[in-house]
């Protein structure tokens, strides 16, 4: 772990890591196996209602990270993993807020 990471990096990087193991990847990662650690961890960081929170009140993808604890990086991959029905949740919000409801 690099000491010159941030709490929020460390935390990233962590469960990152966690994800390989969780998946059972094991030596050299192929670019599959990283993307799919990579939002494995963004889907154990950032629930679902937690983002949905968020971003009633912030359309900012950093200021969003900030909220959420994690790094862009990890927020970009958890949105990138959105299910149908997450995606259709996200739809409803921003079709409330547009509303104003």
Request: aromatic letters at 4%; proline letters at 3%; hydrophobic letters at 40%.
């Amino acid at each position: 772990m690099d000491p010159r990471q941030s709490q929020v990096q460390r935390r990233c990087t962590i469960a990152h890591e966690v994800a390989h193991i969780e998946l059972g990847h094991t030596g050299g990662c192929t670019p599959f196996e990283e993307e799919a650690a990579r939002r494995h961890a963004a889907r154990r960081l950032i629930a679902m209602p937690d983002l949905l929170d968020v971003l009633c009140w912030t359309e900012e993808l950093e200021e969003a990270a900030d909220e959420l604890w994690v790094d862009l990086d990890t927020l970009k991959a958890r949105l990138d993993a959105l299910t149908a029905g997450e995606r259709a949740a996200l739809c409803d919000l921003y079709e409330r807020l547009d509303r104003g409801a």
